[in-house]
């Protein structure tokens, strides 16, 4: 079995930061592409922000030069840093990747989420 565990959301005032981790564990033999997204209430889930095992990048526009996603190999973490928060970040904030197990059977794995309130 394969799990993704996220952890860092919150209460934060508009302007201010939070930084997002997920783990992945369980019978891993390789993580391809990671990434968040998220859903606020009454609309889509959206993808925030993607990086592949080698390290590229994409953004949605509305995060660009807000948020930075990074990724750790060795430890199979994906992290979501934000920064200059606003309002309409608010949302629950899924980790999500593509996985081939041990078994060679690849997925796409989704965490529980984790909540993110913007708000004064």
């Known amino acids: 079995q394969v799990q993704l565990v996220e952890s860092g959301g919150g209460l934060v005032q508009p302007g201010g930061s939070l930084r997002l981790s997920c783990a992945a564990s369980?019978?891993?033999?390789?993580?391809?592409?990671m990434g968040w997204y998220r859903q606020a209430p009454g609309k889509q889930r959206e993808l925030v922000a993607a990086?592949?095992?080698?390290?590229?990048?994409n953004y949605a526009d509305s995060v660009k030069g807000r948020f930075t996603i990074s990724r750790d190999n060795a430890k199979n973490r994906v992290y979501l840093q934000m920064n200059s928060l606003k309002p309409e970040d608010t949302a629950v904030y899924y980790c999500?990747?593509?996985?081939?197990?041990?078994?060679?059977?690849?997925?796409?794995?989704w965490g529980q989420g984790t909540q993110v309130t913007v708000s004064s």
């Open positions: 369980g019978s891993i033999f390789r993580v391809n592409d």
């Open positions: 999500n990747a593509d996985i081939v197990r041990r078994d060679i059977y690849r997925d796409d794995y």
């Open positions: 990086i592949t095992s080698g390290g590229r990048t």
